[in-house]
């Protein structure tokens, strides 16, 4: 490919993979002291899916790239750039990235990870998209995939009832600048004076351990519907449109109060807003490419729409990408 050219990306198929165990706000109940009627009530969560213990977050990324692939209807052989957005990979290194190109049997390009936790698939996609306007990649895989039951503290009712385990992928090709159906803009950020409201408690370089995640519940709520409002805003004003030309918006998923107060403050219509976090609970980077391909799958998004997605998660790190489908 040479430099001259002007090259943008295409989103040409979504999948997802979610693990078979089903758990539900009750039979949390029956461990931590909660109930279905604080959790559904405070963040809409009816149940998450929890991996079993042969399944990593590799394993459930290769099973949702290989319906992303399939979806986009070329071969896994054309791949040659994977990028996974996570913040739980099987082990501290090699990627996890590099993983899920060995399970797809694929030996050209290069994989690799990016971690922004719940953020991590905006980040990515950025990521994928910059490799393939600068004529680097032909065809790039996204992958949002994340084993949070892992990282859980089991006995902290604050935090454990609100995760769940997953993966989304999607497909990009590369396309001509003038493409109707293009990724438009992606606007990133991240400010890490707010590290220690949304951490886990252990590491490689800190501690002997993997750790638990650690949450100031509250202060992570106010600066979600905060940021990602703005980061939505930014991208608005870039393509000179206003929040009526959104056909859909899929954000992260992490509680349905935090998606009713951006959209009260961005003004944009519910029916337009896909939701998922009821069944999959918050999947951090797996969450939106979980939503864009039930959104895909159940017909609601078509070609030429105007699909926003925006996250926000630890760091913190937040953003938004604006998609023509
Ligand atoms: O993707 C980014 C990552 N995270 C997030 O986006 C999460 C953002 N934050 C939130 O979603 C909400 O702040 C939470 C769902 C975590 C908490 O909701 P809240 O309305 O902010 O509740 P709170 O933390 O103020 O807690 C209210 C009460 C407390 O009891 P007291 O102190 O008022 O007696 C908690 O101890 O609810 C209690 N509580 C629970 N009760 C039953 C906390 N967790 C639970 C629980 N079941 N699971």
Known sequence: MSGEKFYRSKVIGVGGYLPDKVVTNDELSKTVETSDEWIKERTGIQERRIADESETTSSLGIQAAKNAIKNAGISSQDIDLIILATATPDNTFPATATSIQSGLGIKKGYAYDVQAVCSGFVYALELADNAIRLGKSNYALVIGSETFSRILDWNDRSTCVLFGDGSGAVVLKSTDYSSSSQILSNHLYSDGDYKDMLYVDGGPSTSNNVGFLRMDGGGVFKHAVKNISSSIIEALDTNDMTIEDIDWFVPHQANSRILDAVAKKIGIEKDKIIVTVDKHAN??????????????????????????????????????????W
């Open 283 to 324: 999947t951090s980077a797996a969450s939106i490419p979980l939503a864009l391909n039930e959104a895909v799958y159940n017909n609601n998004i078509s070609k030429g729409d105007i699909v926003l997605l925006a996250a926000m998660g630890g760091g913190f790190t937040w953003g938004s990408s604006l998609i023509r």
